[in-house]
């Protein structure tokens, strides 16, 4: 099972929702080695026109799984050395690095792109941009504040087809100028960095030759101030790893929760009460589910968020299925 299994819904040693005192338990102060983060901001842009230059250009191939279906249906006009090809993109994205592998890993000769270019798609490579040019400037005006300018790297895979219709993909880099205002800490021995998270999509692009494009592109840059810190905090110690659980032995964890015997709810009902659906004796603590509950004077009576079970006891678990119970009296 994992941490978020019904049958761990209450575990005091699990990660969940607290549920009474969240102060019950905090049995420690744990020094952990972290990155705290002092401040952070996110700007969303489009970038028209942007021109990029594309390197590191390798041929999209099939893995060595798909040799033997490498072809992709195309529609091609060809006369003498040219061909005019209309090509559906691939529908099973790829990363310049894949593509790396499978070009190495093919058994024949690699092509060469050939005649015009066909932009298809770019995005992001990776969600780590690189910060340049960074200056931090201190405002006298606003402490803790300071001026932060800099350039942030995002990085790109450029998706393209030839006059031929193969497909190739190259690796580019989009700059980002940023100036605005971030909280930065004092100076201390252990120094502050900056960060940024990038992400990215290409809109639409088309080719200017000499392995350019113009592109837009929605680009997406958080900077983050941080630094490697020592902090103490407190805790309910350690978790307690439970046991996977295989997704084919669960299907019978319900029916085997079951009694092994019908229950009569009629027998749970005092001599002398009126019995009605889905009631139940708060002398004897009966469990049943009839349908909804009627109110029984001087009980506690709980219904499961799942099955439907209704109980006189103030029990949170549902001895049917183990889901959480609900208060309705």
């Known amino acids: ?25 905090l049995n420690q102060r744990v020094c952990v080695q972290v990155k705290n983060i002092y401040d952070s901001c996110m700007q969303q842009q489009q970038l028209d026109d942007e021109r990029i230059t594309i390197e590191n250009i ?29 090509c559906p993109p691939t529908s099973i994205p790829i990363t310049h690095d894949e593509a790396v592998q499978n070009a190495e890993n093919s058994p024949g000769p690699l092509p060469r792109p050939y005649g015009a270019w066909t932009f298809e798609s770019c995005r992001s490579s990776t ?11 201190r405002m006298s005006d606003r402490p803790q504040f300071a001026r932060v300018r800099c350039t942030v790297d995002v990085p790109l895979d450029v998706l393209f087809l030839d006059q031929r219709c193969q497909e190739w993909m190259g690796q580019t880099v989009v700059k980002v100028d940023k100036d605005i205002l971030l909280c930065i800490p004092d100076d201390s021995i252990i120094p502050f ?29 958080v900077l983050k101030v941080l630094a490697e810190v020592d902090i103490l905090i407190p805790t309910y110690g350690f978790c307690q790893v439970p046991p996977c659980e295989e997704f084919a032995e669960n299907v019978c964890d319900e029916f085997f929760s079951l009694p092994l015997f019908p229950q009569s ?39 499961c968020s799942n099955c439907g079970t209704t109980c006189v006891s103030g029990s949170t678990l549902c001895p049917r299925c183990g889901s959480t119970m609900t208060r309705l009296s």
């Open 1 to 25: 099972m994992s941490f978020y299994s019904y049958k761990n819904a209450n575990s005091d040693t699990c990660p969940g929702v607290v549920s009474g005192n969240i102060l019950s338990g």
């Open 58 to 86: 390798v041929p999209v191939l099939p893995g060595s799984d798909c040799l033997g279906n490498a072809g992709r249906p195309c529609a091609c006009d060809c006369e003498g050395n040219r061909c005019s090809c209309e």
């Open 127 to 137: 969600t780590a941009g690189r910060i340049s040019n960074l200056s931090v400037e």
């Open 193 to 221: 960095t900056l960060e940024s998270l990038v992400s990215a999509i290409c809109v639409s692009g088309s080719y200017i030759g000499n392995c350019s494009f113009d592109i837009t592109v929605c680009v997406t840059v």
């Open 265 to 303: 709810s009629c027998a749970l009902e005092p001599v002398g009460e009126a019995t009605g659906s889905g009631t139940a004796s708060a002398a004897t603590g009966g469990c049943y589910s009839c349908g909804p509950a009627n109110p029984v004077r001087g009980a506690s009576l709980s219904q």
